[in-house]
């Protein structure tokens, strides 16, 4: 049975959104020597083979081993997760919804009804307030206006 091109081509790109594109390193990025000191060329060969081989080797035993444990695990926690979600928060955030629908009518109500009429008539009495700061003086010429302002 041959594989379609869709099929290759989800084995070879394995990452097509690039989410783990941090964990390209290589070994010119890990390690490297200054001009002033130098290890022998095979020595630098062959830890870089050694780099290379053990990355790979332990990565492809840890995935063939732990893989399929993995995904089992991730797999139960995201179906954990969307019961919850699709089962007990949705129902709960519309219940909530529903329940504060009257609430807030109530609310609502009560605010036009009561304090929207009540803060408008404190408003037009406080707007008529004047402050005036500085010393106070006694003056014989103060008109009825001042005397009703607040020093």
Known sequence: MSKSESEIADLEDRDPE?????????????????????????????????????????????????????????????????????????????????????TRSFVRAFTQGFLAPLMGAFGHIFAHIKVRTGPVEERGDVNEEDKLSIV
């Open 18 to 102: 690039k989410i783990n594109r941090h964990l390209e390193v290589p070994w010119e990025n890990l390690i490297g020597e200054p001009q002033s000191i130098r290890s022998p060329e095979c020595a630098w060969s062959l830890s870089k083979q050694c780099f290379r081989c053990s990355r790979i080797g332990v990565y492809t035993c840890l995935s063939v081993l732990c893989g399929p444990i993995a995904a089992f695990l991730i797999g139960l926690c995201y179906a954990i997760f969307y019961f919850l979600y699709i089962w007990c928060a949705t129902p709960s955030l519309w219940f909530i919804k529903i329940s504060c629908g009257v």
